[in-house]
């Protein structure tokens, strides 16, 4: 199987508050963190980790990821440090990556993309960076305007941090389940406020 996640942010204290998270100590968080891969990963399964695993220094990020099961692959983000022996600890370490997962072609980057590599074909982009903030409400807008010009939008945030995420790498079967549900709660919305 092939599960994707990003922006966990092993030991950073200031997350929990940038994302409201419901941790009340980073130890607590990284054991959520933990635990949760663990609980859903295999030793054969695959992980794509869309950036920023980690937040600070290179022992214990490589404590921690001894400790996640399964064969890692990092798109790096902004805050991901990977030289010397934590790099080493990835099968690969890429700022982008395109990838088939079943059907689909699925655009890879630690940073959205309004407009991807087959798009107008059914591909999907996942993408981390922006949290759950304004800059992914603003994203979601012009999600929602590419939809209405009929393009292709297939693009989904899979920060830990999202509600259907909840702190655990999702396969793309699982993500594209929320996003439907996401827009059928969308056009519920919109057409109660056109009523």
């Known amino acids: 199987m092939i599960y994707y996640i990003s922006d966990?942010?092993?030991?950073?204290?200031?997350?929990?508050?940038y994302d409201n998270r419901p941790f009340d100590t980073i130890t607590q968080m990284d054991e959520v963190l933990i635990?949760?891969?663990?609980?859903?990963?295999?030793?054969?399964d695959t992980v794509y980790v869309l950036g920023d695993a980690f937040f600070k220094g290179e022992e214990r990020s490589l404590e921690?990821?001894?400790q996640l099961k399964g064969r890692k692959?990092?798109?790096?983000?902004?805050?991901?440090?990977?030289?010397?022996?934590?790099?080493?600890?990835?099968?690969?370490?890429q700022n982008y990556a395109e990838?088939?997962?079943?059907?689909?072609?699925?655009?890879m980057s630690h940073y959205p993309m309004m407009f991807y590599n087959r798009q107008h074909y059914g591909?999907?982009?996942?993408?981390?960076?922006?949290?759950?903030?304004r800059e992914w409400k603003l994203i979601e807008k012009w999600r929602q305007e590419l939809r209405r010009m009929d393009i292709s939008a297939q693009i989904i945030n899979v920060g830990c941090m999202m509600d259907y995420m909840n702190y655990t790498p999702r396969?793309?079967?699982?993500?594209?389940?929320a996003d439907i549900e996401k827009q059928d709660r969308e056009n519920t919305t919109n057409e109660q406020d056109n009523h």
């Not at 790096?76 to 690969?92: F, M, P």
């Open 64 to 66: 921690i990821l001894r």
């Open 8 to 17: 966990m942010h092993f030991e950073h204290n200031n997350v929990i508050r």
């Open 35 to 44: 635990n949760n891969w663990n609980a859903r990963i295999s030793d054969k």
């Open 171 to 177: 396969t793309l079967e699982e993500l594209l389940r």
């Open 99 to 107: 990838i088939t997962d079943g059907e689909y072609f699925v655009v």
């Open 123 to 133: 591909a999907v982009m996942l993408y981390g960076h922006v949290h759950n903030t």
């Open 73 to 93: 692959h990092l798109i790096k983000g902004n805050h991901d440090r990977v030289k010397g022996r934590l790099g080493q600890e990835w099968e690969s370490i």
